[in-house]
């Protein structure tokens, strides 16, 4: 790879309003009035594989929202990188927490990013670090430089559980036949210690609700002698965790893998500070699972967290009314060998089993998908790191991450491929938070250290 530095500096303020007027567009999936701006994102970035050199490109279109597929094959004796990423963003809400809005992207400097961060949902998930393949691309087509076939496979459903992707992937086997599956929709450490993520948690996603009476009633005509189903709903979900905040749903750790003393002691070797920690997140102390380190708690334990609560008045001012219901979503994080279905299973019986009577229970499974842990010993794995030591000058450092890609273990099922997941966003980017953003160091950084991949991996492969 040569030059990539200077193509980049040359290209850099192009390749930075290409990617705002990307953010421009609220491709939100999960919100049905957005399903025209889905759609035009969805062009968008058919359009734009087309402009950085691949030879076929396609709308292809699905139950839900369409998956984007391109293609450039220079010799099918060569390996072949399928490129997986999504163009759909996570809502917005709330909107009073922003800043600046959402959807008019600025950049800003920040302490972390002095350089300047791009500010706008979707920045750093995963439009931002899904963009930087496609100018990766562009750089390798124009110079002459790519090294190896590429396919591209951006769907637009990743923020809502990628419901039509199974289908796809089980219909289109040959037309994503690959070598290796690369996917940059996670962090590393710092900007200064590079990390490729080896892991990641499933999830189990649900909504519950809990009816009590046939409609609201007046608190003081009614209260003390009929279930309140907000008071019940609170106390339901108190339960789920005892005073180790250990999860009690009966089964749910049978199958937690536990870590070796020696496993537990190399991630410990990875830096993490506890009081910048404390002072990012603007809290006094740490809080999980007793006898776990925060890193642990965050990448190789299991969770139960209520992401959403509401029911009842929740207006200016007083209504003294027992709202008829309340409601909650709660999200579980798992670890390998954690069967998401299974775990789905448990939640529902056990939450429906605690329910007092007075109150009826009510537990909707929304999406899930198995955890991940890739191998460290693959051509692919040590084609990412010298990639990494090119461009960061410093071996990467494997890691854990607790977020959750479900897909990735979908894609080994069905196309016998590893992924490799190369992401270059910070974990203070707030990603699904007010504020999201991706520093320009990073995104550009991310453009120049991926060509190198392509290279090390097909100089690998002979």
Same mark, same amino acid.
């Given at each position: 790879m040569q030059d990539t530095h200077n193509y980049i500096e040359k290209n850099k303020q192009r390749f930075i309003d290409e990617l705002i007027e990307l953010l421009k567009i609220p #491709? %939100? @999936? &999960?919100? @049905? &009035?957005?399903?025209?701006? /889905?759609l035009k994102t969805a062009e968008a970035v058919r359009d734009s594989l087309q402009k950085a050199g691949c030879d076929t490109v396609e709308i292809?279109? *699905?139950?839900g929202y369409p998956i984007v597929f391109g293609e450039k094959i220079i010799d099918s004796n060569l390996p072949t990188v399928l490129v997986y990423g999504h163009y759909d963003v996570q809502p917005p809400d709330p909107l009073d927490l922003w800043n600046s809005p959402p959807f008019e992207p600025v950049i800003q400097k920040t302490e972390l990013h002095p350089e300047g961060a791009i500010f706008a949902r979707g920045a750093c998930d995963d439009k931002g670090q899904m963009y930087m393949h496609v100018k990766a691309l562009e750089y390798m087509t124009q110079t002459n430089q790519l090294p190896c076939n590429v396919k591209f496979m951006i769907e637009g459903e990743e923020e809502v559980g990628s419901e039509s992707l199974e289908g796809f992937v089980t219909k289109n086997q040959e037309k994503l036949a690959n070598d290796v599956i690369l996917i940059s929709d996670t962090g590393m450490i710092a900007n200064d210690i590079p990390s490729i993520t080896t892991g990641l948690r499933g999830l189990s996603y649900v909504e519950v609700e809990v009816t009590g009476p046939n409609r609201d009633l007046h608190s003081g005509l009614y209260g003390g002698a009929v279930a309140n189903p907000i008071n019940v709903l609170a106390k339901m979900i108190a339960s789920l965790h005892d005073e180790n905040n250990h999860i009690t749903i009966p089964g749910f750790y049978d199958k937690v893998e536990e870590l070796s003393s020696e496993e537990r002691a190399k991630m410990a070797e990875a830096p993490f500070n506890k009081? &910048? !920690?404390?002072?990012?997140? +603007?809290i006094d102390d740490v809080y999980g699972e007793k006898g776990y380190t925060t890193n642990e708690r965050n990448s190789i334990r299991? *969770?139960? +967290? /209520?992401? $959403? %609560?509401? $029911? $009842?008045? *929740?207006g200016e001012g007083a209504k003294t009314v027992i709202a008829s219901k309340a409601y909650a979503k709660i999200s579980m994080r798992l670890v390998p060998h954690q069967d998401w279905k299974e775990i789905t299973l448990l939640f529902k019986s056990h939450f429906e089993r605690i329910a007092p009577e007075g109150v009826r229970v009510e537990v909707q499974p929304h999406h899930g998908g198995q955890g991940y842990v890739t191998p460290i010993d693959t051509v692919a794995y040590q =084609? &990412? #790191?010298? =990639? !990494?030591?090119?461009?960061? $000058?410093?071996t990467p450092i494997p890691q854990r991450s607790g977020g959750s890609i479900p897909i990735v273990s979908l894609f080994e099922k069905e196309l016998k491929s590893k992924t490799i997941l190369m992401g270059f966003g910070l974990d203070s980017d707030a990603i699904h938070s007010p504020n999201e953003h991706f520093g320009v160091w990073n995104y550009l950084k991310g453009i120049e250290t991926i060509p190198q991949f392509y290279h090390y991996f097909a100089t690998m492969q002979e």
């Amino acid at each position: 790879m040569q030059d990539t530095h200077n193509y980049i500096e040359k290209n850099k303020q192009r390749f930075i309003d290409e990617l705002i007027e990307l953010l421009k567009i609220p #491709s %939100i @999936s &999960a919100d @049905s &009035a957005y399903k025209e701006d /889905v759609l035009k994102t969805a062009e968008a970035v058919r359009d734009s594989l087309q402009k950085a050199g691949c030879d076929t490109v396609e709308i292809c279109e *699905t139950p839900g929202y369409p998956i984007v597929f391109g293609e450039k094959i220079i010799d099918s004796n060569l390996p072949t990188v399928l490129v997986y990423g999504h163009y759909d963003v996570q809502p917005p809400d709330p909107l009073d927490l922003w800043n600046s809005p959402p959807f008019e992207p600025v950049i800003q400097k920040t302490e972390l990013h002095p350089e300047g961060a791009i500010f706008a949902r979707g920045a750093c998930d995963d439009k931002g670090q899904m963009y930087m393949h496609v100018k990766a691309l562009e750089y390798m087509t124009q110079t002459n430089q790519l090294p190896c076939n590429v396919k591209f496979m951006i769907e637009g459903e990743e923020e809502v559980g990628s419901e039509s992707l199974e289908g796809f992937v089980t219909k289109n086997q040959e037309k994503l036949a690959n070598d290796v599956i690369l996917i940059s929709d996670t962090g590393m450490i710092a900007n200064d210690i590079p990390s490729i993520t080896t892991g990641l948690r499933g999830l189990s996603y649900v909504e519950v609700e809990v009816t009590g009476p046939n409609r609201d009633l007046h608190s003081g005509l009614y209260g003390g002698a009929v279930a309140n189903p907000i008071n019940v709903l609170a106390k339901m979900i108190a339960s789920l965790h005892d005073e180790n905040n250990h999860i009690t749903i009966p089964g749910f750790y049978d199958k937690v893998e536990e870590l070796s003393s020696e496993e537990r002691a190399k991630m410990a070797e990875a830096p993490f500070n506890k009081e &910048a !920690y404390k002072k990012a997140l +603007d809290i006094d102390d740490v809080y999980g699972e007793k006898g776990y380190t925060t890193n642990e708690r965050n990448s190789i334990r299991p *969770t139960l +967290d /209520v992401n $959403g %609560i509401w $029911g $009842g008045y *929740t207006g200016e001012g007083a209504k003294t009314v027992i709202a008829s219901k309340a409601y909650a979503k709660i999200s579980m994080r798992l670890v390998p060998h954690q069967d998401w279905k299974e775990i789905t299973l448990l939640f529902k019986s056990h939450f429906e089993r605690i329910a007092p009577e007075g109150v009826r229970v009510e537990v909707q499974p929304h999406h899930g998908g198995q955890g991940y842990v890739t191998p460290i010993d693959t051509v692919a794995y040590q =084609a &990412a #790191s010298k =990639a !990494y030591e090119k461009t960061f $000058g410093k071996t990467p450092i494997p890691q854990r991450s607790g977020g959750s890609i479900p897909i990735v273990s979908l894609f080994e099922k069905e196309l016998k491929s590893k992924t490799i997941l190369m992401g270059f966003g910070l974990d203070s980017d707030a990603i699904h938070s007010p504020n999201e953003h991706f520093g320009v160091w990073n995104y550009l950084k991310g453009i120049e250290t991926i060509p190198q991949f392509y290279h090390y991996f097909a100089t690998m492969q002979e």
